[in-house]
């Protein structure tokens, strides 16, 4: 009662105050009345006094709110719609509506939303981020469409050359994705270590899956120069190895290091059983083995 009576005080000073619109919708939601704190949002949402800044402002922050409690928070989809139907050129309202969607699983609907951005604003990159996020893990074309739309507008952004990869990879088209790898190592500052080992990684994969097994040992080399910790090239490197029978000890180093840097991970506890096996220590084999069926 004594929260309500100051907010009435509030409400005769300035009762368009976009503080007071969403402590008025913050209390609605406390005293359990989601009707009205919905209502309180709508009203400023379609106040004619107030700029699409403060609105967003207000929208974002009663948002804010419904995350923290974890409560209807697909309540503030129709409240997005309300505002979007009055200003359906403001782009930066699409990005929080399709983020908002995003959290609620509803990538299609998002992807909607970030797609019109890219239509309206080529340049926003933040934008192309979202649209790639948003996509499904089958929709390789969309990827490649979207890196290959990206590496034209953010030229300097290896990002984009290193997804492009993946995509063609996906699809086995695995000299293109070999000649998106080497273009883009060409964008990569020198300083940029990690970068240029995680494309290198990618080039040794490539190389194995072209059955050309000293440029992938190569390129791990390579990969490793740059990143020495590069956990998944010391695990496929080390993997690879192995089921060629060389190199056995250096084999074993690297396995070992992989465990090091992640001891939980099942996928390098495999790889680290298998090159026991193929050493024939059976004992340390079935241990690690065992290892690695209890985390996955």
Not at 26 to 46: F, M, P, S, W
Not at 169 to 175: A, D, G, R, V
Not at 263 to 280: I, K, M, R, S
Request: with cysteine.
């Amino acid at each position: 009662e004594k929260a309500l009576a100051c907010y009435q005080q509030a409400h005769e000073i300035d009762p368009d105050d976009p503080r007071y619109i969403v402590s008025m919708a913050n209390y609605y939601d406390q005293t359990g009345d989601k009707e009205a704190a919905e209502q309180e949002i709508r009203d400023a949402l379609v106040n004619e006094k107030l700029d699409v800044e403060t609105k967003v402002g207000i929208l974002s922050r009663y948002v804010q709110r419904l995350q923290q409690t974890q409560q209807g928070i697909e309540n503030a989809n129709s409240l997005f719609q309300t505002l979007l139907d009055q200003h359906p050129e403001d782009t930066e309202l699409k990005l929080m509506y399709g983020s908002l969607l995003m959290a609620q699983q509803k990538e299609e609907e998002a992807k909607f939303q970030f797609q019109l951005v890219t239509e309206m604003e080529p340049s926003n990159e933040g934008a192309w981020q979202q649209l790639n996020i948003s996509l499904k893990g089958e929709d390789i074309p969309e990827v490649i469409r979207i890196c290959t739309r990206c590496k034209e507008l953010f030229p300097e952004a290896p990002e984009y050359y290193f997804y492009l990869g993946i995509g063609y990879y996906m699809q086995e088209k695995y000299q293109e994705s070999l000649d998106t790898y080497y273009a883009g190592l060409k964008i990569i500052p020198e300083g940029n270590g990690v970068v240029k080992s995680n494309f290198y990684g990618q080039i040794g994969d490539l190389y194995y899956q072209m059955e050309k097994m000293d440029e992938a040992y190569k390129a791990y080399d390579e990969a490793l120069k740059y990143n020495e910790n590069n956990a998944p090239v010391l695990n496929n490197y080390s993997y690879f190895l192995t089921l060629d029978k060389k190199d056995l000890k250096k084999a074993e180093r690297m396995a070992a290091q992989c465990i090091k840097l992640e001891p939980d991970n099942a996928t390098y506890l495999d790889t680290y059983a298998w090159v026991f096996f193929v050493q024939g220590n059976y004992t340390l084999a079935k241990i690690y083995i065992e290892n690695a069926l209890s985390k996955d």
